[in-house]
């Protein structure tokens, strides 16, 4: 099984690292989870990390504050290096810095290339600053005009990074797939939220049926979503 480096940026534990550790683990404020916090936001057994294949997974163990990775809430979803995941008021690096380092020079050697001095023993934040959005697909800037291509196993459209597609319902591939719906409902929120006709009509207007029914696309999505992880919502109506 993999072990995990995590690096604690805020909260009571700033600058402590976690070397190592062997998943699956634990993420919570009591004896018995493998990474304890000093956070009293943070839940007794807040959220688990664990290995699927070649993917690690956190979940979210229905804490009372949630759980977010790079700022988006998640209940599962798929962890890489450079990844901030925030519990309670502690906010913690996913990977050590060599592993960040390594990661910036295989996914974006334009960025090294700008910083001649990055080296694995450089100050975290400096690295995390340099990793910025890198795999992270929370703009929806694509057009019908960008190619798709793969790099390292990730798929692009454009420079936009796009959810991997599932192949099973793994743990792994629940946390693909719902990747992929957040994703596409972020995107309709984006094109719904700011809907209006000019005078001129230069832009395209939508009758309020077709609005509402790209609202109901969006609803949609966002149930599936949710039913990945609690397959009862459906029947529920939660």
Known sequence: MANVTIQVLEGV????????????????????????????????????????????????????????????????????????ISVGRSVLLFGSNEEIASRLATLAPSHTSSHPGTSPDEPQATLQGQLGSLGQ??????????????????????????????????????????????FLHRGLTYATENIEANEDASQVSLSYADWQRILAVQMLLARYTRAITDPDSFETGL
């Open 137 to 182: 697909p929370d703009e929806f800037n694509i057009s019908p005009d960008d190619q798709i291509r793969v790099k390292d196993g990730d798929l692009f459209i454009g420079t936009q990074l796009l959810p991997a597609l599932p192949k099973k319902l793994s743990p792994a591939q629940a946390a693909r797939l719902a990747e992929i719906l957040d």
């Open 13 to 84: 534990d700033r600058g402590r690292i976690f070397r190592n550790l062997p998943v699956p683990l634990t993420i919570g404020r009591e004896e018995g989870n493998l990474l304890r916090l000093n956070d009293e936001r943070v839940s007794r057994f807040h959220a688990k990390i664990q290995q699927d294949d070649d993917d690690i997974i956190i979940t979210d163990l229905e804490s009372t504050n949630g759980t977010r990775v790079n700022g988006c809430v998640v209940q599962i979803r798929r962890l890489r290096i450079g990844d901030r």
